[in-house]
């Protein structure tokens, strides 16, 4: 198994104002990977992935995907990343197919039809084609989220608390897509979650944030062990409450 | 530049179109009843007095011009705002979309909305008050592009601004052609403005444009300066043009600096 660098960050740093919302944070993410970003509110997750979308601007640091800066080539970068957020749905006022249509002409499919056909049946969108978007249920936004993200096939894949609302049942199909894709396109993928039986079943490395910084980086099933805690979650609730004990 | 993602700005805004009848009514409707109204106000002043010219010809002929210009700001702006109020501004900034990329799919949408809100106002004006589109000759041509030209820049300057201020800042765009058309000579010579609001007509396209076409059909020929009006109209559109799309990408530069375009209907300015 090759472990070719997907995603390399080094010292990333955003600072507003007085407030330093991510700390000179470095970390990577390798082909094939599921790497979890976890922390309480607040703690820079999203900040992080907004910097690695290109829609924030780091104050400090790099951003290398497949070894090109961020800062240089973010149009061609992009077209090798795509994401999933809680907070970003595809407009609620185009149809399922009418999105996908958009979203696969800004990623310069060249096969669109087919394209999108593909990405329907894979997510059992199809009976929805011609049904807005604003008109589906959690479970089938979701699964239309996940459909435009897997669009241009990343080889980074960015998922902010994509399962978040979702019932146990489209959570674990959700899930099994992901790990699905990862294994069969060796794409690198940085997933934040506060589901922490989610991460734990689906990530190969976890990294801790906390007021800006990582704290702790490791194997999810081994590391509460090695910080004292009996699982994950005490881990997580640790991190929120006492993060100083924690320091690596 | 890539084609393909400019189209995939335009095809949205189709779809949009497309599937909602109200916004299609909404690109006509105003402009339909402005036509009439003003169609009736030009016949009943074109009965006043002896008048040597055509009322309807060049109060409608200015109308239709104005409107047009109006129209095609209002496109842009309003397909900026669907992007604005759909909070779709992080998925397509997200993706490789470029800034200009996504300014020529708004100035696209526009152009198409604008061109066909134009021929419904000459349709309507034609058919209910027999005013004639060419009455000026192919000179409209020119003097159109230029009136495109500023709407575009007009438009993008807006976009700008709400892009800046925050979604609350929509209003902004509408009072703008109103407060242009006082400068621009679309009703009036500008020598009927007192010297210091003459002076500020100078730096407006339109007045250039008003100007010549109201000579033109006053006398029936073209008027000395009309060479310098052409010119000078279509040296400042592009001007206008130029930095209104400078300011857009310099708002755009200044969100991804503070976080904006990812929390955008947060108006954290």
């Not at chain 2, 299609?24 to 010219?53: E, M, N, P, R």
Request: with cysteine; glycine share 8%.
């Amino acid at each position: 198994m090759t472990h070719g660098t997907i995603l390399s960050i080094t010292g990333l740093t955003k600072q507003y104002d007085s407030f330093r919302a991510v700390d000179n944070i470095s970390f990577s993410v390798d082909e094939g990977e599921i790497v979890g970003l976890l922390g309480p509110n607040g703690a820079g997750k999203t900040t992080t992935i907004n910097m690695i979308l290109g829609i924030l601007k780091p104050t400090g640091g790099s951003i290398k995907v497949l070894g090109k800066k961020l800062e240089k080539r973010r149009s061609e970068i992009s077209n090798k990343i795509n994401f999933a957020a809680v907070y970003a749905h595809v407009p609620a006022n185009l149809s399922v197919r009418q999105n996908l249509y958009v979203f696969a002409l800004l990623y310069g499919i060249t096969s669109v039809r087919q394209r999108i056909g593909a990405l329907m049946q894979e997510f059992d969108l199809e009976h929805f084609a011609d049904t807005k978007a604003g008109l589906l249920s959690s479970g089938e936004m979701s699964r239309l989220n996940l459909a435009k993200a897997l669009m241009n096939s990343p080889r980074l894949l960015l998922l902010d608390e994509p399962t978040a609302s979702l019932d146990p049942s489209i959570s674990r199909l959700v899930r099994e897509k992901i790990k699905e894709y990862a294994a069969k396109t060796r794409a690198g993928i940085l997933w934040t979650s506060h589901n922490m039986n989610e991460i734990e079943a689906v990530c190969d490395r976890v990294l801790f944030l906390s007021h800006g910084t990582i704290l702790l980086s490791g194997d999810p099933k081994t590391l509460p062990a090695a910080h004292g805690k009996e699982d994950l979650e005490e881990l997580f609730i640790a991190v929120a409450r006492e993060p100083v004990s924690l320091k690596e | 530049m890539s084609l393909s993602r400019t189209l995939a700005i335009f095809v949205r805004q189709l779809f949009l179109l497309k599937s909602n009848p109200t916004r299609l009514v909404s690109i006509f409707l105003w402009l339909i009843i402005d036509i009439i109204q003003w169609g009736f106000i030009s016949k009943y002043l074109g009965s006043l007095g002896q008048a040597t010219f055509g009322y309807v010809t060049v109060a409608l002929g200015a109308i239709i011009l104005w409107e047009f210009m109006g129209r095609i700001e209002n496109g842009i702006m309003m397909a900026f705002l669907e992007d604005v109020w759909s909070q779709n501004l992080i998925n397509f900034f997200a993706s490789p979309l470029k800034v200009r990329e996504y300014l020529g799919g708004l100035i696209l949408t526009s152009i198409t909305t604008g061109l066909a809100a134009f021929l419904a106002m000459v349709a309507v004006a034609g058919a209910a008050f027999g005013y004639h589109v060419l009455r000026i000759g192919f000179l409209l041509l020119p003097f159109m592009l230029i009136l495109l030209l500023f709407g575009i820049a007009m438009g993008i300057f807006v976009s700008a601004l709400i892009f800046r201020l925050g979604p609350s800042a929509e209003w902004l765009g509408w009072p703008i052609p109103l407060v242009l058309s006082i400068f621009a000579g679309v009703y009036y010579p500008v020598s009927t403005l007192p010297a210091t609001l003459q002076t500020c007509a100078k730096l407006i396209p339109p007045a250039y444009v008003f100007e010549t076409c109201r000579a033109v059909l006053a006398h029936g020929t073209l008027p000395v300066d009309f060479a310098w009006n052409l010119l000078a109209g279509a040296l400042l559109s592009l001007a206008y043009l130029v930095a209104t799309s400078l300011l857009f990408v310099g708002v755009y530069r200044k969100n991804l600096e503070s976080g904006t375009i990812a929390r955008f209907n947060a108006e954290a300015l």
